[in-house]
């Protein structure tokens, strides 16, 4: 593999977890939301739920579970279902929302 192989899969992958952690914080936006959670609150549930174990193992299906156990604890009860499909929709946003060029 060539240096330039290597710099465009680092970039890659440098991308790939730019585009995991905001759409985690744009997920944790949105639940916080929903939970009656506004300003610096919000912020601050959005950048820890990036900080989660979830997010930095990239377990979906963990990260969707601790949001339905944080809202369901807050009187919000949600079906993973729900969360799940947000997730995706968070996913596209984030993907709308950071540049995503590579050098061919």
């Not at 993973?80 to 929709?89: N, P």
Request: aromatic fraction near 4%; charge should be neutral; hydrophobic fraction near 40%.
């Amino acid at each position: 593999m060539s240096i330039f192989q290597l710099h465009r899969a680092d970039r890659k992958s440098e991308l790939e977890i730019k585009l995991i952690a905001h759409r985690n914080k744009l997920l944790g936006l949105w639940a916080a939301e929903r939970m009656g959670m506004m300003g610096e609150t919000a912020v601050d549930y959005a950048l820890g739920l990036v900080a989660t174990e979830a997010s930095k193992t990239r377990n979906d299906t963990a990260l969707v579970r601790k949001v339905c156990e944080d809202m369901s604890a807050r009187g919000y009860p949600i079906a993973e279902g729900e969360v799940t499909r947000q997730l995706a929709a968070c996913a596209s946003k984030a993907r709308a929302e950071i540049p995503q060029h590579l050098d061919s």
